[in-house]
Structure formats: C-alpha cells, structure tokens
C-alpha cells in the first residue's frame, strides 16, 4: 500500500465500499489502484490483497506472512473509506456526504465572480456571452448594492478571506468599477479582520503597467490572461471586435507588468489542435517569458452559444461538464506531455470533478453588472435562473428549491460515481427535460474517463512523493 488521504474511520471488517473504482493491473500487470470517490483516498493492492478485500479469498488460506501484512492494513482503508463494516454504512456515509455538501461552508474563502460590464472589445470565436451581450456597465447603485451584500454575506456565513475575481465581459474596459470596489472591500477587510484579494480575468489588450501598480495595494494577487495560441492561431480566435490583431499587443503588456504582478495564462484550446499549446509554449520560451509566468490553465472549446433556451449555451470551465467528452480527457494527456518537454508544472491537482456546485447552499457566487446572482455561469444572461439580486437582503425562493433538487436520489445506489457525479448537471438536464429534478447520466463516459483521470493522478502523486523524499 502506498499511501493514503482521507476522512478517519475506524473498525476492522472486510467489505469494498460500493463508491470504490478499481483501476486493474496499473501501473503493472497484478498490481491494482483503488480509489474512493467520495474521500478521493487512493492505494495500490496486490491480486491477493484485492481478492481478500472482496471476499474472494479467505484471509487463513493465505501464508501467514500475509496474513500478518494484511490485517495490518485494514484499520487504514478502513480510515479513508475504502472498506466499510456493511451497506448500511455505506448508505449512512453517501447521505452525510450530500449533506455536508450541500450545507456546510467547504472553505474558509469565498470565491465571488464580478462581472464589470458585459460588453467586450474582443470577438472571440467561442465567445460564450455573445447570444447574451447587453453591452451594459455596472453603475454605481448596483456597485454600492454588490458591496452591502458581499459584506453581510462573509459576516453571516463567518468567511475568512473573501476572493474575487474581476470578470466580464472584459472586466478591464471598466477599471474604475474595479478600483471602488475594490478599495472600498480593502478598507473594510481590515476593519472586519478579514483578508481580501482579488484578481483579474482579462483579454489582456488594456492591461497596462500603471493599472496593475494602482490595483496591487488594493489587493490584487494575480492578473489571468487569455492566450490562445501562437500569433496567428491567437489572432484568428481572439481578433478585436473591429477585427484587428491581438497578440502583439497581449505580449508587450505582459512583459511591461510580468515584473510586478504574477500573470498566469489561461489557453483555451481545440482538442485536435494541441499543437497549438506546443507553438505557444515555444514562443514564450523564445522571449524567456516561459518561466516568469505564473500557471497555466487549459479548457477546451465548447461550440459557440446560441440563443437563450439554445443547448449549446452550457458552459462552465470548473464542473463537471467539461468531461463529459473522453477525447478531451484523453487531451489532458497530451498536455501534460508537452509541458513536461517545457519543464513546465502541470497545476491540475486531483481529479477536478465534483458534483454540480448549484446545489450547495453555501458556495461561490457570480454577480452580473444588473446585480443578478448566478450560482452556474452558464445561467448569467437567464435572470429567471438567478438566486437572487444585490439589492435583497435574501436569496429568492429559487436557491433553496436548487439545493433541494438531490438528484442523486434517483440514481441506482451502487453507481460507483455517486459522490463524484451526483445525478449529473443541472443545467444539462433542464435543458433536455424541462425539468432540474432529471438525471443527466453519462457513466458511460463515466466509465472511459475516470480511469484515465485516476491513472493520471497516481502517476502525479508517485512523480510528487519521488519529487519530496
Ligand atoms: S447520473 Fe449516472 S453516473 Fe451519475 S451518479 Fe447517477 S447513475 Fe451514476
Ligand atoms: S448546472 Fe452545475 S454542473 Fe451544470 S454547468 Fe452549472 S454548475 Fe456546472
């Protein structure tokens, strides 16, 4: 057994919980990973070992050495979830992780997405806002609202350190937005005796150096840009609204401002274009950028939005819905291959799946410039689907009727993905069956990708404890 991460439990009889996946022979042929979903515990067993754990071999048939070996090892699978004393406890575990889930502040940060303006001074091919676009700005009264309610929020639910992410849109076509709100929550962080960061999510075409030295007393900890690509392939995606290049200009600002303020590089890329990555990486390296960035962020590109109602319109870079695809999973790989050859960290960590984050009341928020709240980016521009307005002192009846969906319910109680997937998306469900409440099974996919995702995150953490001993 190699090591172990996980929730404590005790006891010591033998039955494989039901929310276990077995990644057989891997990495050698006899040996097996075994990997909880639910505490995301991982170990590697030997045949015998996996045998005994489901009961296919009697523990006194084996040599006593192993018998010794073994009994040794069941306290801790025991802690990490990976055996249980029967389905009851099963059963009892799988409600209390949805329960905890679904009330418990998970993080002593609260991550609040402000979207400045919608408007943007780009035309990004994939754009997913575009069907959406307004062109509206956040105006004051909407501001000093956003500010009342964030404040009573981390005061209610005891966060902290509040994050916030300056989003649009392009949150940089609107600075002043930024800067009062972000001064005024930096003079109020130190009053409350909490910590208040920030950063910005930008094309990066009006990033500037003075900009970026104004923000940093403010609190900004990071600016995230978006570089598609080499220059042409960058261009060609990301042109500016009145059709003209953008790489040249993305490229200058970052080297004026790299030394000040960590800049991290998200790429949004196709997955049968990865050389692209190659090209970029490559680039970067050339103007000895490469390693002064911060890290590197991937998503793949999702077809570009239609009109409202349009199912196209899902999309959402941190849930579960990006893997639904195994060729992009398969993608992952690749990328990972190519950054290895730059000598550049991958900073995907785990698995990255979690059950859809719309049922959790306590949780990130989004804030669109009309002061609409979202809990799923891929609801902002749908206000029916909003939680509530700034301007409230409370959420609407709709944020307690998505917590209560538990979709989870309907699923066969032995689907090994349960805590991972939950009954699937929210959205992608409403979208198929008018109705929140539906499943969207895909295990499937499910079942092509987790296996790959566990053999990636074995060989991530083998690479990090040869890296740390
Ligand atoms: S929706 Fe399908 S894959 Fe997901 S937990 Fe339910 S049965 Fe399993
Ligand atoms: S409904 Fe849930 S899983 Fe689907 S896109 Fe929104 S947050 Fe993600």
Redesign the pocket.
Known sequence: MLWVRSTPRRGDRVLLSKYCVIVPDYPYKGQHVVFHTGTQALVLLDSQALSYLKNEIRLNTLPPKKQIEYQKMLPELRQMGILVKDQQEDAAYLESFFDQLKRQRIRKTWPVTILTTDACNFQCVYCFEENARRNIAMNLEVQTDTLAFIKNRMTSDKYERLYVTFYGGEPLLKPAVITHLASNLKNWSKKAGVVFEFMLQTNGYLLSPNLVRSLIPLGLDQVRVSLDGPRDVHDARRPLRSGGRTFDTIIKNILASMDSIKICVSVCYEKDHLQDIDALLSFLKQKNMLHQLGRFIFSPIHPRLGTPEDKNR?Q?FD???NYQDANLVQSISVIRDILKTYDVDDSRKGLAISA???MREKGGLTIDPCGYIY??N??IGFSKFSVGQVKDAQFNPRADYFVSLDPWRSCPNDCPYLPLCGGG????AYFKYKDFKELDCHRDYLDQMIPVFIKEEYTRLTTEKQYSS
């Open positions: 899902i959402h849930c579960m819905i859809c984050p719309l809990k799923c891929s609801m998306c929210r959205m992608s």
